[in-house]
C-alpha cells in the first residue's frame, strides 16, 4: 500500500488505530485468467477456505496433469463428473456454463479489464449465471488488484466494520458504504483491514 493510501485511510481516527494494529498489507493482485479467477471463486461461495481449497485440488485432478484446465476442457465436461469433486450441481453447470462464454470469446481477457472501469466488469460479467456482484468485486480486488471497491455486502467486512467500530450490530450495506464514501479512492484497502479486523475478533489479545 503506499504511503498516500495509508494516509488517506489515517484521517479517519479508527481507520488509522486498525492500520497500526494489523500493520501494513500489500495488495498483490494474483492476475489469473478469468476463467481461472471466477472458477476459484464460484467454488469458494459460502464455504469456507479450507472446504474450498479441498474441493478446487479435487476439480483440478479431474484433468491431465493436474493443471488448471483450460476452457475447453471444462466446457467439454459433464455436470456429474464436476460433481465428483465435491461441487454442488448449480456450481457445477455454472462453471461449464462459464467455460463455454469464455470458449466463444464473451468473457473479456485481462486485458481487455484493463480497458474497463470497475463498473462496467461488474455489468459485464454478472450477465453470467452464477456470477453475482460480489464474486465480481473478488475479482477486482484479488486478480486485478482495483484500488477502490468495498464490498458493502461481504459479512466479513460487515463484521470488521463492526468490531473495528464497536457496534452494537451490524451495519447494512447501505450505512457501509455511506460510511465508506471517506475511504475512496483507496476502499479495497480499507476492506481489507476490515477482514483482518473481523479474522482477529475471536482473539482476546488483539
Known amino acids: 500500500m503506499s504511503k498516500r493510501a495509508i494516509a488517506h485511510l489515517s ?12 500493520g501494513l498489507i500489500r ?3 494474483r492476475r489469473l485468467s478469468p476463467f481461472q479467477s471466477l472458477t ?3 467454488i469458494h461461495q459460502q464455504l469456507n477456505s479450507n472446504a474450498a481449497g479441498t474441493i478446487l485440488e479435487r476439480f483440478k485432478r479431474l484433468f491431465p496433469d493436474d493443471a488448471f484446465p483450460t476452457p475447453g476442457q471444462v466446457a467439454r465436461t459433464s455436470v456429474d463428473r464436476l460433481r465428483t469433486a465435491g461441487l454442488s450441481r448449480p456450481k457445477a453447470t455454472y462453471i461449464i456454463d462459464l467455460a463455454k462464454r469464455c470458449n466463444a470469446g464473451l468473457i473479456p481477457s485481462v486485458a481487455d479489464c484493463e480497458l474497463l472501469n470497475d463498473d462496467e466488469i461488474i455489468a459485464r460479467l454478472t450477465e453470467i449465471k452464477g456470477i453475482g456482484r460480489w464474486t465480481v468485486e473478488m475479482f477486482l480486488i484479488f486478480n486485478l488488484g482495483r484500488p477502490d471497491v468495498l464490498p458493502v455486502h461481504d459479512l466479513g467486512v460487515r463484521r470488521g466494520f463492526q468490531v ?5 450490530s451490524l451495519p447494512t450495506p447501505e450505512q457501509l458504504a455511506k ?7 483507496h476502499r479495497t484497502h480499507a476492506a481489507r483491514y476490515l477482514w483482518r479486523a473481523a479474522d482477529s475478533a475471536a482473539n482476546p489479545n488483539w
Open 179 to 185: 460510511h465508506g464514501v471517506r475511504w475512496s479512492p
Open 27 to 29: 495488495l498483490r493482485p
Open 164 to 168: 473495528a467500530y464497536r457496534k452494537r
Open 11 to 22: 484521517s479517519d481516527p479508527v481507520m488509522s488505530v486498525l492500520i497500526e494494529k494489523v
Open 40 to 42: 476459484h471463486a464460484v
